[in-house]
């Protein structure tokens, strides 16, 4: 499936009515450069399970959790994970194996310990269709 925004709204909107669909247990993995958009898309889908609180990227903690909405919401970003290890230091498969939902931006750096069944996403950018497109490409992994 592919969508195409041309706005941080249309990819938070894209990302919410997903979020408002989302079944517990499925796992997004979100992958892009730097600034494509990554966190505008997981505000989006908290937004859509009903979490109002403001999503930032973790930046000092790998997962960040949301227990107010339809479900849990556990929000990853990998980014900086020096080891493999700090994953299994914080007990990632309760997240992945459990009843919310994942989403994990920079997803490709922890590639061996994604689940088998997953939603992947990758946002890329097309300066030649402006500087605000995005192409988002959702594809359900059945490993
Ligand atoms: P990432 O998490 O991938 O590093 P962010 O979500 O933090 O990226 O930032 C994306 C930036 O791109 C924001 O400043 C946002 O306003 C901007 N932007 C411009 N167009 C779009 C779009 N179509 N979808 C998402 N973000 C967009
Ligand atoms: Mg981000």
């Keep these: 499936m592919i969508y195409e925004t041309n706005s941080p709204e249309e990819t938070f909107d894209l990302a919410r009515r997903l979020g ?3 079944q517990p247990g499925t796992v997004y993995t979100l992958t892009g450069d730097l600034g494509v958009g990554k966190t505008v898309f997981a505000q989006g889908l908290a ?6 609180e403001a999503i930032n990227s973790p930046t000092f903690t790998i997962v960040q959790v949301y227990d107010e909405g339809r479900l ?3 929000h ?3 980014y900086r994970i020096g080891d493999i290890e700090e994953m299994e230091e914080i007990g990632y498969e309760d ?16 590639e061996e310990l994604l689940p088998q069944k997953r939603v992947a996403l990758v946002i890329e950018k097309d300066l030649q269709k402006g500087f605000d497109y995005r192409r988002i490409t959702l594809q359900e992994v059945m490993e």
């Design 76 to 78: 990853f970003d990998v």
């Design 95 to 110: 997240y992945f194996y459990g009843d919310g939902v994942c989403l994990v931006e920079w997803a490709e750096l922890i």
């Design 47 to 52: 937004r859509g399970l009903g979490i109002e």
């Design 72 to 74: 849990p919401f556990y």
């Design 20 to 22: 408002e669909e989302a």
